[in-house]
């Protein structure tokens, strides 16, 4: 151990080499789990030059340091969850973090400096490798999950004051949503087909199962409550309508490195705009038509 460094800054720097013990790990992972020679290759550069960070900081603390079993746990299951791109983002935003803290020790390490520099080429390097097929359809998705939102949201919507039953609503937003489904994947299709896009079929069935597991979810509260508590199935397909949202586009925000508030806000604010006005016109037509289900 260093005993010209202080506590604060020992602290600093164990945490530093737990930090490189479990990202040397985890590119170690990643390497055994891709198909080209040449990502493969550089991922185990990346692995080797952690570890020796990892030795370097070892120098100061004279501690061995085991990986974070529980960060490598949650990187494969992001990983297994949502794609490489994502997982490897969110991770890489910790790594910024950690290299703004090295800076705070450049004073008392003289090796930070050139870690910081190699650190930030890693990050280059894994930012290049970066092309994954799912992120090609982020658009189909996006297609997809928001028409589902606007047109389901407002539908449920409606018939939920119209007709004041939840099977009944669920019923009809079942047959309505895969109707949807299967209208709006053809339509992706031909209109992909038009464009002469060759991977027409694949980016209709991202379109169709990014609205087929939207309607699903809207109509799920619709199930779970009994007839009489529709008020509490809508305001629960509501926070779903919002958790949608959210989580969609913090997955973009992360795996294509956009801003999250303001895709945020704009695809909420529709969504519940078209639920509200569809409120009234529900109430208004069942008034209107003097239909009491």
Do not use: C
Not at 88 to 103: H, S, T
Not at 173 to 191: E, F, K, P, Q
Not at 197 to 204: G, I
């Amino acid at each position: 151990m260093n005993e010209k460094l202080g506590t604060q800054a020992l602290k600093q720097i164990l945490k530093f080499q737990k930090d490189e013990i479990t990202g040397s790990a985890l590119y170690l992972y990643m390497a055994g789990r891709q198909k080209d020679p040449a990502n493969r290759e550089a991922l185990l550069q990346i692995s080797r030059a952690e570890q020796a960070h990892y030795e370097t900081w070892k120098k100061y603390t004279g501690r061995e340091v085991s990986p974070d079993r529980l960060r490598l746990g949650l990187f494969k299951t992001l990983r297994f969850l949502l794609g490489d791109t994502f997982a490897i983002r969110f991770f890489e935003k910790q790594e910024e973090r950690g290299i703004r803290g090295l800076k705070s020790v450049e004073s008392d390490v003289p090796e930070a400096r050139a870690i910081i520099a190699q650190e930030e080429a890693h990050e280059d390097m894994l930012m290049k490798m970066l092309d994954e097929e799912r992120l090609h359809y982020v658009g189909s998705m996006v297609l997809g999950l928001n028409d589902a939102l606007v047109e389901l949201t407002g539908t449920i919507a409606g018939l939920t004051f119209a007709l004041g039953n939840t099977r009944l609503i669920a019923l009809s937003g079942i047959i309505t949503g895969v109707s949807a489904t299967l209208s709006m994947a053809a339509s992706n299709y031909l209109a992909e087909r038009a464009n002469g896009n060759t991977k027409a079929l694949k980016s209709s069935l991202y379109t169709g199962a990014a609205y087929l597991v939207t309607v699903a979810l809207l109509v799920l509260p619709y199930l779970i409550f009994p007839n009489g508590l529709y008020l509490a199935a809508f305001l629960m397909m509501l926070a779903f309508v919002l958790l949608i949202i959210l989580l969609f586009n913090y997955y973009i925000s992360v795996a294509r490195s956009e801003p999250f508030g303001r895709r945020f806000l704009e695809m909420a604010a529709i969504s519940l705009s078209v639920a509200a006005v569809s409120f009234f016109i529900g109430l208004a037509a069942k008034a209107l038509l003097g239909i009491d289900v």
